[in-house]
């Protein structure tokens, strides 16, 4: 069994460097055009379904892959973008002129500390276990699951938590690309194949 792990395609904010968050910002025009491409790459990879944010971002980015491959896209509660609370729409340059104290406390402590009136590191991590074991519980083939840069992280951190070390360099995925784990539900045992694959976006 195959999980895909996607980041959805380009935002508006994406490009000026404002944080999204729980802000439902859609595609932009090259979102749209990368998630066409993300379709066509995924037809090497069929799926029984597609599950995705609630987020239309996500949501739309998941439709593409849905409508190519005739198959059902589902909105799953837990796989939204990290909640920044009061930073949301903000540039990280925003955030430490306005934010300097409380952004010094979330980067020394992010497991614990959230921004204003957003989520702490374990809440999202708890959040976005709850929505795999779902998935999990439902599936019985491959399925791609659409979701947002940092939830994506914690969708890796959680499947790979039984061999992923503290050392281990941190991830980065971009825009409509596709992270792949493999599964063996008689040994439970999760596999990261591919990681951050953007090949698929060549030529745009």
Not at 84 to 99: D, S
Not at 166 to 174: A, L, P
């Amino acid at each position: 069994m195959k999980l895909y792990l996607i980041r959805h395609g380009q935002t508006d904010w994406n490009v000026a460097g404002k944080i999204q968050g729980s802000t439902d910002i859609p595609l932009n025009d090259m979102g749209r055009r990368q998630a066409a491409c993300l379709a066509r790459g995924m037809e090497r990879r069929p799926v029984e379904k597609v599950y995705t944010s609630t987020l239309s971002r996500a949501y739309e980015t998941g439709l593409a892959i849905g409508k190519s491959q005739n198959v059902p896209v589902v909105q799953l509660k837990g796989l939204e973008e990290v909640g920044y609370g009061v930073w949301e729409g903000m540039t990280m340059e925003e955030i430490q002129e306005k934010y300097p104290k409380e952004l010094e406390q979330w980067y020394n402590s992010p497991v614990d500390v959230a921004p204003p009136e957003g989520e702490s590191q374990v809440q999202v991590y708890e959040r976005c276990g709850r929505a795999l074991e779902t998935i999990l519980a439902q599936s019985h083939g491959d399925v791609a699951i659409v979701s947002h840069g940092a939830t994506v992280v914690f969708l890796l951190e959680y499947l790979l938590r039984d061999t992923r070390r503290d050392e281990d360099e941190d991830i980065i995925v971009g825009n409509a690309s596709i992270s792949t784990i493999e599964y063996n539900p008689k040994t439970k045992v999760f596999r990261l194949a591919q990681l951050n694959d953007r090949s698929h976006l060549e030529g745009l």
